[in-house]
């Protein structure tokens, strides 16, 4: 017989008056109730803390909220900080994270849950969802179609594949996740150049294992307002401003986080970690080989061609040397 473990439902709020209340109702109609929410405001001026309180004296599940005493930053500061404040609040042997603009599907928390249970090998699992206008007007996309979290993806994961997958784009929102508390406290905090978002289930799935459940269980309301990643299927114009994204400005943009997470790793004394460190370090290198290309296409040919292992392995193969070859 499965054991059943108590869940809290950690979410962060900030000025989210106009959505709030019909995720906060979405919560409370889930066929698994949870053990308790646990609610960190970052000093709102709007009426969230309002609806927050008026909620909990009705809620059918303990509401545990807290007002920060001083608005802690904006952006991914600011929302990791607020997060990784929620998550140490929570008493659950599960922990589901919640934006305030979602709605979620009454079989979200029991779908989750059940599947942690059931695969007690697991140390986190995520969810797909619907993608919804500001009006909750659905717009016939899959997060999952955002992100490339495609079913062969998904293999990769399983399989163990877990850096090459998740540091090629964000493929897990926080908002889909759910974890094991005992290891979440043991991977927290993360490192300033990463989003709560990206270093916990990065984290969790080098450390354990993360599954993907391939059903919507939500809505993913985009709006002109949410703060952290949103999320869409990229126009044209949005493709060929990433295609012409250059080497050394993703150099510059992912060496840090990639140095953060060797050097956390590298700490740990693991030789489990081993794989990782290398696949990082690998990683590294050819980013940094690339960011360092010659401007004659000719020399470019010439050290590009032969590293065509590499490009497999670490990147997205002929793509991403046609893309080198003809920057």
């Not at 950690?10 to 008056?17: D, K, L």
């Not at 589901?96 to 029991?110: H, R, T």
């Not at 998904?154 to 090459?164: K, N, S, T």
Request: aromatic share 8%; net charge negative; hydrophobic share 40%.
């Amino acid at each position: 017989m499965t054991q059943s473990k108590t869940i809290s439902v950690a979410m962060c709020t900030y000025n989210g008056e106009r959505y709030l209340r019909e995720q906060l109702e979405s919560i409370a109609l889930q066929t698994r109730l949870p053990d308790e929410l646990v609610i960190c405001d970052d000093r709102s001026t709007d009426s969230t803390a309002e609806i927050i309180r008026d909620f909990a004296d009705s809620a059918p599940f303990p509401v545990r909220f807290n007002l920060n005493p001083v608005n802690l930053g904006g952006a991914a500061k600011g929302i990791t900080k607020n997060f990784e404040q929620a998550s140490r609040l929570c008493t659950g042997d599960l922990i589901a994270f919640c934006d305030q603009d979602d709605v979620w599907l009454p079989q979200k928390l029991a779908r989750m849950a059940q599947t942690m249970e059931e695969q007690p090998q697991l140390g986190g699992v995520f969810v797909d969802a619907q993608l919804i206008n500001d009006q909750g007007v659905p717009k016939g996309i899959l997060l999952s179609e955002t992100t490339g979290m495609t079913h062969s993806e998904h293999e990769r994961l399983m399989r163990g594949e877990v850096l090459p997958v998740l540091l090629s784009m964000t493929k897990v929102y926080g908002c889909t996740l759910m974890v094991d508390a005992r290891l979440l406290m043991e991977v927290l905090p993360g490192p300033p150049n990463w989003w709560f978002d990206a270093w916990v289930p990065c984290m969790v799935a080098v450390h354990s294992e993360l599954a993907f459940i391939p059903e919507p269980l939500f809505y993913y309301r985009i709006h002109a307002t949410q703060s952290g990643v949103g999320a869409s299927l990229p126009t044209v114009p949005e493709r060929v401003k990433q295609w012409k994204h250059s080497a050394k400005d993703y150099w510059r943009d992912s060496e840090p986080q990639l140095a953060d997470l060797y050097s956390r790793l590298a700490s740990e004394n693991n030789s489990g970690m081993k794989p990782y460190l290398e696949y990082i370090s690998g990683r590294m290198d050819l980013l940094r080989f690339r960011a360092d290309l010659p401007s004659n296409p000719i020399l470019r040919a010439i050290k590009v061609i032969p590293k065509m292992s590499n490009y497999c392995h670490y990147f997205n193969g002929w793509k991403s040397m046609i893309k080198d070859l003809i920057a």
